[in-house]
């Protein structure tokens, strides 16, 4: 049964950095991975994939600040996060998907595992 782990979540001040993790499990050789977040009272939004070949995208509000990457060794694609904002601060999820596409689209999540997820509290 593919599983997934999120961990690394915390309490930064504005302006600092933070490194997410993700544990995956259980899944075929090829696994693309997303992560999303979900502020109070907002939408899921979706932040950033890396494939399994590892192709990257990212949304609007990663891209710049935000850097996904995977250990296939290990299993683990994390996400590191520069320059942190109160307005990042939300739960923070990981889902993976069985797929050895180098094209990958956001909606493919929809049928994902997903993580439990990991507060990021970003205040002063």
């Known amino acids: 049964q593919p599983q997934v782990v999120e961990s690394g979540g915390g309490l930064v001040r504005p302006g600092e950095s933070l490194k997410l993790s993700c544990e995956y499990s259980g899944f075929t050789r090829y696994v693309a991975i997303g992560w999303f977040r979900r502020a109070p009272g907002k939408e899921r939004e979706g932040l950033a994939i890396i494939t399994s070949g590892g192709s990257t995208k990212y949304s609007p509000a990663a891209k710049g600040r935000f850097t996904v990457s995977r250990d296939n060794t290990g299993n683990t694609a994390y996400l590191q996060m520069n320059n942190l904002s109160p307005e990042d601060t939300a739960v923070y999820y990981c889902?993976?998907?069985?797929?050895?596409?180098?094209?990958?689209?956001?909606?493919?999540?929809?049928?994902?595992?997903w993580g439990q997820g990991t507060q990021v509290t970003v205040s002063s």
């Open positions: 889902a993976g998907v069985a797929t050895h596409s180098s094209v990958v689209i956001w909606a493919l999540f929809d049928s994902a595992s």
